[in-house]
């Protein structure tokens, strides 16, 4: 039964997060960082205060009324989509210098600014009125940029607002002449942005929506450095619409979200990014979020004043806050539900507890007894190794000894039968020079040590040739258990010096003193002094050194 629950569970994870694609999670970390710019709205309002401070201050603080006017324009239009009321009093400010001047430019400007403003106000008629009173033959008097765009605005919502199919063809028309009119007249450099953003309506009113998605995306992937946030939001907004109209609600649904996120950095209250965002939501039944994003959007409108969108997103919210509060029903007879489905399996899971207890207990008293068993077993595994180790060295220990004991046999044959042949040559020798010498010639000869030496040298010859046959790495182990292991390099190859011989000596089993200076035709104060050297010169002073060279080359 605990194998079954586990595989639903695991099922059900399953089904929860690995059925979502690549785009899911894109969408999911876009409206994440959408709701951290929701967070820190204070940040991005106050960017948008400090912006609005340093042109008021330079109207309040210039002695040129020309620059000052500019300043009220700029400032109208910061204000344009943040505070409505406000964008009007800079508007009129700036038409009234503007006239007093008699500047044509900063009056266009003044005007173009003002028909925003009634824009905003739902005034569509009379901000047509004021932007045909606006004279375009020249474009260095007017920015052509802002004003088609107006043009465009007025059509693209006076068109929203009509319920006659045949005004609506006729506002259409007047829309895609003016953005026709701008692709055409407009010159001059940091314009390209905006003749293919217009382009890239007009293809979308015409139903080509892949190419205008196509050049819309080559906008932002060739001139992405050169765009401001509002040109980025634009472009954005512009793609999530096509998207939409080509009934991709998922991509639609991305898109949406990038924009409102560039719409809300930029602290623009008049947004219609994150409406959409809410529209496509609750058409895939997110309606916790789309009544969340509908009512930041309606607050931000009202605080605004921007009254041009306020019906149509009120209806939308109310029908969002219907549905999503029909969903909270729903949800509460589920987790009504839920509840007793879960009481149930608590039920079923405590007498699968009591069981399992049961059985643990059962369990736990032969797991003792078990536990007992391998700690005996243990112990006698443990003596058994102990023993196995100690016949292992002993091994060892026979096999060295055997080795050593054949080759050092056969060199002694050697030798003793070498050194009776050289005796009877030395005996022959001395008969010869008694019958053709001197008595005394004869003594002087006995007297003599060079052949005692010369046979002494050969003996430590054939003793270190045999002892270096027997154990090739010895002076290299050597010097690795010492310091100074430069004193332990043989000045000749295949030859031991002094103080190696003594090691060799120690090797082969040879441990009292006087034996070792008898061998080595040495004093016993040299070989205690070889002894305090090795124990001094030991690396691992926590080790008898003797033992180790004992073990060296010990299989």
Known sequence: MNRSLCCL??????????????????????????????????????????????YQHIADTTRSARTRARAYITLAGHYSHFQLDSSAYYCM????????????????????????????????????????????TDSREVDLTLYYRTRATVFRESKRFSVFPEVQRRYDDSLKYYLNAYINRASGPGIAYQKKNFEAELLRLEGRNEEALEMLERLMRDDIDSLDIFQKGSITYQVARNYTDMGDIRQGMLWSARAAIYELSASTRAHMSLYRLAQELYATGDLRLANAYIKRTLNDLTVSN??????????????????????????????????ISLSVLLIIILWQAIHTLRRKREIERLKDSYLEINRRLTDINQRLNATNN????????????????????????????????????????????????TAEQTLIALRSQELIQTEHRNFLRLFDETFLGLFPDFIEQVRNLLH??????????????????????????VSDSAQIAMFLNSTLSTIYTYRARLRNGRIDKTSDIEEQIRRICLS
């Open 306 to 339: 921007y009254r041009l969108r306020i019906g149509q997103y009120a209806e939308a919210l109310d029908l969002i806050t219907k549905s999503f509060d029909k969903s909270m029903r729903s949800k509460l007879l589920l987790t009504l539900f839920t509840a």
């Open 484 to 509: 100074d292991p430069e004193r332990f390099m043989p000045k000749r190859s295949r030859q031991l010096s002094t103080e190696l011989r003594y090691l060799a000596l120690i090797r082969l089993g």
């Open 390 to 437: 100690a016949l292992v060295r002993t091994n060892d220990q026979l096999n060295d000894a055997n080795k050593i004991k054949s080759e050092y046999v056969s060199q002694y044959m050697q030798l003793c039968s070498s050194y009776i042949q050289r005796l009877d040559t030395y005996r022959m020798g001395i008969i010869k020079q008694l019958k053709t010498e």
């Open 93 to 136: 400010q700036a038409r009234t210098l503007a006239e007093q001047l008699g500047d044509k430019r900063l009056i266009n400007d003044a005007k173009v600014r003002t028909a925003i403003v009634l824009i905003g106000n739902v005034e569509l008629a009379e901000a047509n009125r004021v932007l045909r009173s606006v004279d375009t």
């Open 9 to 54: 569970l695991l099922a059900a994870v399953f089904l929860a997060t690995g059925c979502r694609d690549d785009l899911d999670r894109q969408i999911d970390a876009t409206i994440r960082e959408l709701n951290d710019v929701i967070r820190n709205e204070a940040i991005y309002v106050g960017r948008r205060h400090s912006i609005i401070r340093k």
